[in-house]
């Protein structure tokens, strides 16, 4: 009975953190064809020939690092300045997910 237990959460274990490998895997896959690394770059400093053209946000910088995550929604959904909206591309659920990402590129 015990070990029969111990093989299931086991399996639960490796189950969570094979679904939670892929989230963050489609998310950085979102991150790369949604246009979002053409501007902001692979590493989020918005390094790129577009990202210096439009003035792309580093989100390794400190005004973006303290914006909320309200506020990166927002900016992603409904657009700012030369940032496009992607309201009419992308799921709320999908920006969520991005904001995280951009959260966890501005700690590199």
Same mark, same amino acid.
């Given at each position: *009975?015990?070990?029969?237990? *111990? ?6 274990? %490796?189950?969570f953190?094979? !679904?939670?490998?892929? !989230?963050a ?5 979102l991150? $790369?064809? $949604?246009?979002?690394?053409?501007? @902001? ?6 390094d790129?020939?577009m990202?210096?053209? =439009?003035?792309?946000?580093?989100? @390794?910088?400190?005004?973006v690092?303290? *914006?909320?995550?309200?506020? %990166?929604? +927002?900016?992603?959904k409904?657009? $700012? +300045?030369? *940032? ?11 920006? $969520?997910? %991005? ?5 966890? =590129?501005?700690?590199?």
């Amino acid at each position: *009975m015990i070990r029969a237990r *111990m093989v299931a959460i086991g399996t639960l274990v %490796l189950l969570f953190a094979f !679904v939670a490998s892929s !989230v963050a895997q489609s998310t950085a896959d979102l991150y $790369k064809s $949604k246009t979002c690394a053409a501007c @902001h770059g692979p590493d989020g400093k918005g390094d790129t020939p577009m990202g210096k053209k =439009l003035g792309a946000r580093d989100f @390794h910088s400190p005004d973006v690092q303290k *914006m909320s995550d309200e506020e %990166l929604f +927002n900016v992603t959904k409904s657009g $700012k +300045n030369k *940032m496009p909206a992607y309201k009419d591309k992308l799921s709320d659920q999908q920006i $969520k997910d %991005l904001v995280q990402y951009v959260r966890e =590129l501005g700690k590199q």
